[in-house]
Each structure stands twice: as C-alpha cells, then as structure tokens.
C-alpha cells in the first residue's frame, strides 16, 4: 500500500515538474517571437535577427530596413573612355542618355511558403516636390520575365507606384528586373533643358523606393519561384513546429496518465468502503 | 489534502502550457517580414548661357580725326579712318555636367574688295582677340582673310566637343579698322573704292555668328 502510494506521488510529482519545464519554455518562445515582430531599426532592441529566413537582397547586400542601394551611378562613359556624364560634387547623377538596371531577389530558405508584395515608387522632385511632367521610363519585371508595368516602359507621370504580388514556394527564390531611361534622342528637348537649367540652383532629384513584405502563405506547401540551390540555415535557429508536437505528445500522455492515476484511486476508495462495510 | 492541492496543481499548469502553445501557433499567423530599400540621382546640371553683341559692331556714324563720317542713310558704313570693335561680342558660359557640342558657325564674307585690275585691296585690318588678321603674305586673299578670321573665332569660342564638367567660359572680343592715308598709292585705292560705293558696288565687310551648345551622349 505505501509502495503504491509512493508510486502515484511519483507520477505526479513528474508530471507538475515536467508541465513546468514545458511552460518556462513556451513562455520563452513566445516572448522572443512576439520580439521579433518589432520593426528592425537601428533604435530597436532585436534579439535574434537569424529567425529571419526570408531575406531580400541584391548582388551586393541584404537589404534591412531603408536600406542604401546602387541604382544610379555617379557617372557615364562612352565607348571611347570619355566622360560624357559626371557630377560636379560625386553626387549620383542621371542625365538625357543614360539608363540602367537593377536586380534585387527574395529569397525564402524557411519550410513554409510565404506570400510576397512588392511595391516600387519613382518620382522626379524638385525642392522635395513632385514634378508632373518627366522624361524618365521605367520598367518592372519579375523572374517570369513578365512585365510588372503595362507595355513594358512607362513614364513615371502616368504610373508613379508599381505592385506585384507573388507566392514563394519554400526554399525558393524570385528576382525582379527594375530598368529606367532618359531618352536622348526623340524625347522632349525643351523639358530636358529645363530640367538641367532647374537643378542649377534647386534640388531635382529622381528617386526610386522598393518596398517587399512576406507573410506566412495559408498553404504552407504552395509552389512559386525558383529553387533554392543552397540553402543557408544561419546557426541558432530554432525550429518551432516539433517543439510544438513535443508539447502536444507529452500532454497527451499526461492527461492519460492522469485518468489512469484518477481511475485507481476511485476503485480504491471503492474497496475501502466494501471493507469498511464488511 | 495534500494530493488534491497537487492535484489541481497539475490541472492548473496543464491548461496554463496549453494556453501558451495555442499562442505561440497564433504568432505564426501574424510574422511579417518587411524590408526596403532607395536611391536617389541629380538631374544633370545643364546651365549654359550664349550671350552675343555682336549688333554694335558697325555705326551708322563715326567721329574720327577727319571729321565726322556718315551714313547717306541708315545703314552701317566703313571708311578710311574709321574703326570700332565689341568687347565680348559672344561669350558663352557653363560647367555642365554633361559632355557637350560647341558649334561656332562663322561667316565673314569681304565683297568687292578689289581694283580696276581685279587685284585685290582690302585695307581692312580685323583683330580677333587682339590678333590682327589682314591681307598679306599669309593672307594673300579675302578668302584666306576670311578664312581665318572664321578660324580665330571658332577657336576663341572653343569650337567642338568638351567632356562633362568642363568650364565652358570663353568670350571673344572683335574688332576692325580701315587705316586712314598709309600711303599715295592706298588712298589712291581708296578712293577707287569709295566711287564704286557711288556706283553701287559698294565693298562689304558682313559678320554672322551663330553658336549651339548641345549636350552629346
């Protein structure tokens, strides 16, 4: 009778340190993923940047938030060595004649599918002023090579904001194509002129903004994009969905043997009151 | 007692861990991950200004040591003794930050300068940046004169391509003058020439300028 008394003691006395253990822990996860989802800012406290494994980035560099990146060049050469565009300060210069492009992809190493939206600005200002009338093309297009932009350039008056949504299947990876112009020939000389008159004494500045945001897809196993060749698992990472499983299966087998515990103990008090009885 | 304390115990930290899981799986649902990224250029700095005077170049009247000269009507007129001359009669200014084109298109044309003979006399005496071009040995003729007095202010001006960033700053000062009695024989010739300006064949000096500055890719 003591040694079964001992026994059940044991069982639940296991059984609240090990409810324990898995409450200090689930409290632990949850406090780091609700850290996460604060914005990534140089003022922010971010306590683990590696659960990030959707990344977007060029040839370069990883983008963060507001990230610096290399669309424009400071000058332009002719085939024949000579500089036919250079600013005056080292600035970022654009000019009739010039153009270029730039590749950026998402890349999403994670095990499930995430949904992706990226939207692109370009805007000609002058003093911090949107100018409506611009010569300057744009043209978006994603791994598809299907463009973004209707008709393939555009003049940034008519569309100032370009969207395009995708799904990224997991360990895959899209890229996107965002080329822009300044035609020499066949363009409007007169605007051209004014333009490079204006900058003389005022800020004419053209900007491009690119925005991706990813959100876990519904169907974690959706297809989209291009496979990953090798994916990089950033050490530290801590995959949440066995520890999730391992949660469910311990406390299925304690509420199991609780039921059990709890059965035993009836048929025992049962038999006490037979005997007392008798 | 004690195994009932323990008991519920159990029961409270049961549905405590299972409150936390069901959060944590909620979490998922909300992760975002958003990232951007900018640039931004200048617009090119054009700011090239052709400025020209080159109307006041010839009067319709001078005062020289003779006396005074004047038109029969208004149009500009040379004489023996006359001069004048513009300074800056073009002058273009600018660093752009673009290669450009400097196109200096000169026409001086020198008609009727000749003698009964057909040989040439042409007294003028045109100086382009203070360098005298006349008709001499190197200049043996009103076209070469001409000729080179196109190429002197086409150079003045800096005729041709420049890369981006160049100092475009150039001005070109013109001047004439028709030497008043150099000698028997030239005022002999000038003489000529006044009366076949009463005839009609009057002798000319004609001066068009025309400069574009356009921006090459």
């Known amino acids: ?278 | 007692m004690k195994k009932n304390i323990m008991m519920r115990l159990s029961a409270l930290l049961l549905v405590a861990v299972l409150l936390t899981t069901c959060v944590i799986s909620g979490t998922f649902a909300k992760y975002v991950t958003t990232y951007s990224a900018k640039d931004v250029a200048q617009v090119a700095k054009w700011g090239v200004v052709v400025e020209t005077k080159l109307d006041d170049l010839f009067e319709t009247a001078y005062d020289d040591a003779t006396g005074t000269v004047q038109a029969a009507d208004t149009y500009n007129i040379l004489a023996p003794g006359t001069t004048d001359g513009q300074v800056e009669a073009f002058k273009i200014s600018g660093t752009p930050e673009v290669a450009v084109n400097v196109n200096v298109d000169v026409d001086v044309t020198l008609t009727n300068w000749k003698l009964k003979d057909d040989s040439v006399y042409c007294p003028l005496v045109i100086s382009v940046n203070g360098t005298k071009y006349q008709i001499d040995a190197t200049n043996t003729t009103t076209a070469k004169l001409e000729e080179a007095v196109e190429e002197a202010i086409k150079t003045a001006l800096g005729h041709g391509n420049h890369n981006a960033k160049t100092n475009l700053n150039k001005t070109v000062d013109i001047a004439w003058e028709w030497p008043f009695s150099t000698s028997d024989a030239n005022d002999k010739n000038d003489t000529y020439l006044g009366d076949q300006a009463e005839a009609g064949n009057a002798p000319t000096f004609g001066l068009d300028i025309k400069v574009t500055v356009t921006q090459v890719d």
Not at chain 1, 15 to 24: D, F, G, K, Q
Not at chain 1, 30 to 51: E, G, M, S, W, Y
Not at chain 1, 121 to 140: D, H, K, M, S, Y
Not at chain 1, 200 to 217: M, Y
């Open chain 1, 1 to 278: 009778m003591n040694k079964s008394k001992d026994n059940s003691n044991g069982i639940i006395n296991s059984s609240i340190i090990v409810l324990v253990l898995l409450l200090i822990l689930s409290l632990v996860i949850l406090f780091v993923r609700l850290a996460i989802q604060l914005p990534h800012t140089d003022d922010t406290f971010v306590i683990c940047p590696k659960f990030d494994t959707v990344e977007v980035g060029d040839n370069k560099q990883i983008w963060d938030l507001d990230t610096n990146v290399t669309i424009f060049k400071t000058s332009k050469v002719d085939e024949y060595g000579n500089v036919v565009v250079e600013s005056i300060h080292g600035d970022k210069i654009i000019a009739p004649g010039m153009e270029g492009n730039y590749r950026f992809e998402i890349r999403n190493s994670s095990k499930f599918a995430v949904d992706t939206k990226t939207i692109v600005t370009a805007q000609l200002t002058v003093n911090g002023e949107v100018l409506e009338n611009t010569p300057i093309e744009v043209r978006f297009s994603d791994y598809k090579g299907e463009n973004v932009t209707e008709g393939g350039w555009v003049n940034v008056n008519n569309i100032g904001e370009f969207i395009d949504e995708l799904t990224i299947g997991k360990k895959c990876y899209v890229f996107f194509n965002l080329d822009w112009r300044w035609v020499f020939e066949g363009s409007n000389d007169e605007l051209d002129t004014l333009l490079g008159n204006l900058s003389c004494d005022n800020e004419v500045e053209f900007t491009i903004n690119i925005v991706s945001s990813a959100t876990r897809c519904g169907d974690k196993n959706a297809e989209g994009g291009l496979p990953l060749v090798n994916v990089y698992t950033p050490s530290g990472e801590l995959d949440i969905t066995p520890l999730i499983a391992a949660n469910v299966i311990v406390l299925f087998v304690i509420i199991v043997l609780l039921i059990i515990e709890n059965h035993r103990r009836k048929n025992k008090k049962a038999k006490y009151k037979i005997a007392s009885k008798e």
